[in-house]
């Protein structure tokens, strides 16, 4: 089964920065969109970012725009989320998400078929 393994997660104050890493275990998402989702305590799980399958369209939640950036590298199979200015409200656990389904940089859960193990975001004040 194609796994996605997350890396680079974290403690780190507010205002600070962070890179997740998510690659893939087999290239069967270069066609594909890939994203990123996180779940804090008690909560459901929420869009974060999206990236279609050449990287050339992006999509964010609102509470990240200006702060988060992704990309994608075709070559390694990998997913980066860089995060700047982090807020202790982005403390959470982060999910690498790919689709099997849509190449399009799409926001709903429902269109993502394949999820990362998660890693520790936390921001302290």
């Known amino acids: 089964q194609v796994r996605l393994v997350e890396s680079g997660g974290g403690l780190v104050q507010a205002g600070g920065s962070l890179r997740l890493s998510c690659a893939a275990s087999?290239?069967?998402?270069?066609?594909?969109?890939m994203g990123w989702f996180r779940q804090a305590p008690g909560k459901e799980r929420k869009f974060v970012a999206a990236?279609?399958?050449?990287?050339?369209?992006?999509n964010y939640a609102d509470s990240v725009k200006g702060r988060f950036a992704i990309s994608r590298t075709s070559a390694e199979s990998t997913v980066y989320l860089h995060m700047y200015n982090l807020k202790p409200e982005d403390s959470a656990v982060y999910y690498c998400t790919a689709s099997t389904v849509t190449g399009t940089a799409t926001t709903s859960r429902a269109w993502y078929t394949n999820w990362g193990q998660g890693t520790q975001v936390s921001v302290s004040p």
């Open positions: 990236v279609s399958w050449d990287g050339t369209n992006t």
């Open positions: 087999e290239r069967i998402f270069d066609s594909y969109a």
